[in-house]
């Protein structure tokens, strides 16, 4: 079973370079998250969506752009990437917005700008 | 506004014991769902138990259990006889009954299990 897949695995990026980072999901899941994780730090909200061509900001959205075109992808996009940005990457996705329900995660993307 | 707070930035266990991961949370929402994840070094995150705020009982999945202490907001989990392969990041985490769904984390704690 594919679950949620992330590419690329890592990227080296120079400051002000653009990038998209590939999600995609098997499970059709409606909803679909972005997180940053920073070293020695939890997880932060980017994006997120509740379904096909509906996306929302989180806690963290500066830098960054989603869209939603299908139920089973979800494209994060930093358009002038900056060294704050530096962080490991991951997307997940839900099957409903029941609170009992888990997030799947991908296998995250490393992501540097120098 | 939901908060997590993890206090033990790294633990060690031996093998076969048993080890407590502390969690507390804070939040004014009456339902909630608290959760616990794995990070192994490989980086993904893996999902290991759920304990939602009416369940009565502590959950439990195998060698992990949550125990959950509504009054004192605390979602420890427990791990029972480690082995190796739990050397890992854990992550508390939780949601709450707002439109959308998102899970707001921890910092994490770093657990090493010895031979």
């Known amino acids: 079973n594919a679950g949620v897949t992330q590419t690329p695995k890592f990227r080296i990026l120079k400051i002000g370079q653009s990038m998209t980072l590939q999600c995609t999901q098997d499970?059709?899941?409606?909803?679909m998250y972005w997180y940053r994780q920073d070293p020695g730090m939890g997880l932060k909200l980017i994006y997120y969506s509740v379904g096909a061509g509906i996306t929302d900001k989180g806690e963290v959205p500066n830098g960054y752009n989603v869209s939603r075109s299908t139920t089973e992808d979800f494209p994060l996009r930093l358009e002038l990437a900056a060294p704050s940005q530096t962080s490991v990457y991951f997307c997940a996705s839900s099957y409903s917005a029941d609170m009992n329900t888990e997030a799947f995660f991908g296998q995250g993307t490393r992501l540097t700008v120098v | 506004a939901q908060k997590i707070t993890q206090t033990q930035p790294g633990m060690f266990v031996q093998e076969k014991e048993a080890v407590t991961l502390d969690c507390t949370y804070d939040?004014?929402?009456?339902?909630?769902?608290l959760f616990w994840y794995k990070q192994p070094s490989s980086g993904e995150m893996i999902f290991l138990i759920y304990?939602?705020?009416?369940?009565?009982q502590n959950a439990t999945e195998g060698r992990y259990s949550l125990n959950f202490q509504k009054a004192r907001k605390s979602a420890n989990l427990v791990i029972s006889a480690s082995q190796l392969g739990d050397s890992a990041m854990y992550f508390c985490?939780?949601?709450?009954?707002?439109?959308?769904?998102?899970?707001?984390f921890g910092t994490g704690t770093r657990l090493l299990v010895s031979p």
């Open positions: 985490a939780m949601r709450g009954p707002t439109g959308f769904q998102k899970l707001v």
């Open positions: 304990q939602g705020s009416y369940d009565e």
């Open positions: 499970m059709n899941h409606n909803y």
């Open positions: 939040t004014s929402d009456q339902s909630y769902g």
